[in-house]
T-cell receptor
Framework: GESVGLHLPTLSVQEGDNSIINCAYS??????FIWYKQESGKGPQFIID?????DKRQGQRVTVLLNKTVKHLSLQIAATQPGDSAVYFC???????????FGRGTSLIVHP | ETGVTQTPRHLVMGMTNKKSLKCEQH?????MYWYKQSAKKPLELMFV???????ENNSVPSRFSPECPNSSHLFLHLHTLQPEDSALYLC???????????????FGPGTRLTVL
């Protein structure tokens, strides 16, 4: 079965709120994780990544948190904007493999 | 722009047709991928090429035939498809061969395929 999955298929937030998108993984050998954003009519685009030797990584308005104890990954988006509306995928790479496994995706809807 | 282009963007074909999807990457990457994306399903990895050698073929029906003539180009040849093959077909590239693990993929915009 799938080793990467998402808790919530759809997340609706108000503009300006913070958003949190969650992802569970089951393979303890995974050592690299990536979040992708897919807007309507486009392919997925890289947002942020994190390696298993880190717990947190910050980008511009985005933060990824990794909890290896419970095999959980989250993407936090600060001050969510309408342009953040998209489907967000997490992906994992297992121990040295460059071929990722993707989760199902969460649709983020931002209301103005 | 991600540096990965795909043509055509939209394709409608009958079950008896033969068509090809094209992907080109301008990033100097060594690995290229074909994915199928259907509604409400995770991305399905179809084929992986690394340095023009096919390294993965995930039990894809033989009506899909990939071709990688060089590290910058990837094709997906289609023949006698079924309506359930209708989906978004995404091409991606990456550095590949990540000995330390972890490799960011760069995706094209996809080809929206409809099989009648």
């Amino acid at each position: 079965g799938e080793s990467v999955g998402l808790h919530l298929p759809t997340l609706s937030v108000q503009e300006g709120d913070n958003s949190i998108i969650n992802c569970a993984y089951s393979n303890s050998a995974s050592d690299y994780f990536i979040w992708y954003k897919q807007e309507s009519g486009k392919g997925p685009q890289f947002i942020i990544d994190i390696r298993s030797n880190m717990d947190k990584r910050q980008g511009q308005r985005v933060t990824v948190l990794l909890n290896k104890t419970v095999k959980h990954l989250s993407l936090q988006i600060a001050a969510t904007q309408p342009g953040d509306s998209a489907v967000y995928f997490c992906a994992e790479n297992i121990g040295g493999s460059y071929i990722p496994t993707f989760g199902r995706g969460t649709s983020l809807i931002v209301h103005p | 722009e991600t540096g990965v282009t795909q043509t055509p963007r939209h394709l409608v074909m009958g079950m008896t047709n033969k068509k090809s999807l094209k992907c080109e990457q301008h990033l100097g990457h060594n690995a290229m991928y074909w994915y199928k994306q259907s509604a409400k399903k995770p991305l399905e990895l179809m084929f992986v090429y690394s340095l023009e050698e096919r390294v993965e073929n995930n039990s894809v029906p033989s009506r899909f035939s990939p071709e990688c003539p060089n590290s910058s180009h990837l094709f997906l040849h289609l023949h006698t498809l079924q309506p359930e093959d209708s989906a978004l077909y995404l091409c991606a590239s990456s550095q590949g061969g990540g000995g330390t693990g972890g490799d960011t993929q760069y995706f094209g915009p996809g080809t929206r395929l409809t099989v009648l």
